[in-house]
């Protein structure tokens, strides 16, 4: 639930930029508030991979993270599109809903049954 919690909040701060009369807000919601919502979402992400995956954790692990690498090469090209299209208010507003596309996946995330003690994980 964390990480979708966390998703919930980056996809808010992202939203909320486009409301941001200056720069300083605009730091806020993006750094702050989009920031602290990633950073819940990204790394328990990788705790539940490295549950399930005792044998093969680091080739789970790269996988699993490669989507970044593969969303830094093809977000700036679709940013780029929106902003053309849709100025930055409005791009801020298309992100936020881009974000929440991490929501439905969050819910599939549990511990396995195998675990006795997931802190030894965190």
């Not at 730091?27 to 005792?54: C, D, S």
């Not at 080739?59 to 093809?74: E, F, K, P, Q, Y």
Request: with cysteine.
């Amino acid at each position: 639930m964390v990480t979708f919690w966390g998703g919930v909040v980056a996809s808010a701060g992202a939203a909320l930029c486009c409301i941001a009369p200056n720069v300083t807000w605009l730091a806020v919601f993006w750094g702050g508030v989009h920031g602290l919502g990633f950073a819940f979402a990204n790394t328990l992400f990788q705790v539940v991979v490295n549950q399930y995956f005792e044998k093969h954790r680091a080739t789970a692990s790269g996988i699993a993270l490669s989507g970044a690498c593969v969303g830094s090469l093809a977000f700036p090209i679709m940013i780029e599109a929106i902003l053309d299209k849709f100025a930055l208010s409005g791009g801020f507003l298309i992100l936020g809903g881009v974000v929440m596309h991490v929501l439905p996946p969050s819910l599939l995330l549990k511990a396995p049954p195998w675990v006795e003690n997931p802190e030894e994980y965190a």
